[in-house]
Structures are given as structure tokens and as C-alpha cells.
């Protein structure tokens, strides 16, 4: 029985186009959300934390919005979903969407300016102790009853 690379090849050939096809198949049904955040004046609002929740799992995918005020999700799955943005110095927003297969959404947030408000910070200050630097070794007086009751191999002979 003569076999050719042919015949040796189709088999993993196959499998391969399978596999291929499979995740091309199931990335297709994945969607990508993408948006704008702007203020609203029409500023871009840069560094703005965008977070997108799906409610049934709780699962949460956070972003940060680049200089733009663009963001972008890759490989949502469909179902509904809840949007906030909050950027400091603005109101945060919160939205929900349905994503359904096959969609590209593309959202755009509307911040309103407000007063930036921030928690209030206390330090406290303690006495430090002093550690001597200059001095490398470390000692400790030791006792002729401690030396005299340290324990040795042939001191029960």
C-alpha cells in the first residue's frame, strides 16, 4: 500500500477548515459596543471610565476613554446590558442597551459639568522611633545562667 502526502494531508486539512469555520462562526456572534463621551459643550472627555454590566451575571468589562473620548468593547454577547460613565467633574450617566448578534452599536454620552466633590482625607502623624544608622552590628546581653542553660550534645554524659 503506497500512501502519498496527499492522503496524509487531507485529513488535517479538513480539521483544519472545521476549526476555522467554528471560530469564525462564533466570533461572528459576538458584537462590539462602541461610543463617544463628550461634554456638553462637544469636548471630548478624556479618561472617563466607562463600565458596561449584564445585570443576569453581574459580569462587568471596564474601559477608559483616550484623548478622543472614544471607547470600545470587543466580543460582547447578546443580551442586555447597563452603561455608566462617570468622569470627575461631571455627572455620571448610566444607560441600557440590547445587543443583538450581528450589531455594531455605537453610543454617544453627553456629560453635564458639575462641582467636583471630594472626600475628605485625614492624616494622622505619630512619634516615630529613632533607628540608629551609622552602627551595622546588632547585640544583646547575654547572662552566665543563659550560657550555663543553653543545650549541648554531651552535657547528659
Known sequence: MRLSVRSLAAPWLHALTLST????????QTITL?????????????NAQVAVVEPATNATRNALTNPSGD????????????????AVGFKPVTDS??????????????????????????VLAGETKSVEVQR??????????????????????
Open 136 to 157: 551595622m552590628t546588632v547585640s544583646t546581653p547575654v547572662v552566665k545562667d543563659e550560657i550555663q542553660n543553653l543545650p549541648t550534645n554531651a552535657r547528659n554524659v
Open 71 to 86: 471607547f470600545r468593547f470587543l466580543g460582547l454577547y447578546p443580551g442586555r446590558y447597563t452603561i455608566s460613565v462617570h
Open 21 to 28: 469555520l467554528a471560530v469564525t462562526a462564533l466570533h461572528a
Open 97 to 122: 442597551l440590547q445587543l443583538v448578534v450581528g450589531q455594531r452599536a455605537n453610543l454617544l454620552f453627553t456629560l453635564e459639568k458639575t462641582a467636583a466633590q471630594l472626600a475628605e482625607v485625614t
Open 34 to 46: 462602541e461610543g463617544h463621551v463628550r461634554d456638553d459643550a462637544g469636548q471630548p472627555v478624556p
